[in-house]
């Protein structure tokens, strides 16, 4: 089983400050990395696909990048609904896993 | 609008049977993998299952193999987990989600507690 690790575990930031996430895979996942979105109480929600493919209606703010093992989600300018949490998962291999998510705070 | 809406979860005693299901709407059910996940404070995601469009392919986790089965009927645009020999493990929020590689939906998830 392919271990996904994020960090850092909790990133508190000031609206409109840029924010990084990062996401390590224990083996490499070529591209087949997808970032989620999850809001309290909320339903998680596909931000990007292939490492770096934006979803549909997902603003340009979001951008993800990296291969092989290591990923980068990185939001530009931190919105107000941006706080949340943020998981990564690979699709690479079978059993498709995620990471422990990292948690964006207000600063 | 797409919406995966689960429901069926409970408090179930260890070594019950639970069956899970997820009602889709928006979108041509038949036409789409699915999965399922589910979401403990302690171990985080873990996914659980999916199944493809005709149900003819499944695929399970190890921890959850033999015991759980996924399965869906077009029909009703819905989609099941029959949960048998619970444990105390087991419990966590289950989530349906559309697709079964990085699904573009998803339910906000269905409490399921295993405990006497």
């Known amino acids: 089983e392919i271990v996904m690790t994020q960090s850092p575990a909790t990133l508190s930031v000031s609206p409109g400050e840029r924010a990084t996430l990062s996401c390590r895979a224990s083996q490499s996942v070529s591209s087949s990395l997808a970032w989620y979105q999850q809001r309290p109480g909320q339903a998680l929600r596909l931000l990007i696909s292939a490492a770096s493919t934006r979803a549909t209606g997902i603003p340009a703010r979001f951008s993800g990048s990296g291969s092989g093992t290591e990923f980068t989600l990185t939001i530009s300018s931190l919105q107000s609904e941006d706080f949340a949490v943020y998981y990564c998962q690979q699709y690479n291999n079978w059993p498709r896993t995620f990471g422990q998510g990292t948690k964006v705070e207000i600063k | 609008e797409v919406q995966l809406v689960e429901s069926g979860g409970g408090l179930v005693q260890p070594g019950g049977s639970l069956r899970l299901s997820c009602a889709a709407s928006g979108f041509i059910f038949s036409s789409s993998w699915m999965s399922w996940v589910r979401h403990t404070p302690g171990k985080g995601l873990e996914w659980l299952a999916y199944i493809k469009q005709d149900g003819s392919e499944t695929y399970y986790v190890d921890s959850v193999k033999g015991r759980f089965t996924i399965s869906r009927d077009n029909a009703k645009n819905s989609l099941y987990l029959q949960m048998n020999s619970l444990r105390a493990e087991d419990t966590a929020v289950y989530i349906c989600?559309?697709?079964?590689?990085?699904?573009?939906?998803w339910g906000q998830g269905t409490l399921v507690t295993v405990s006497s």
């Open positions: 989600g559309k697709g079964g590689w990085y699904p573009d939906y």
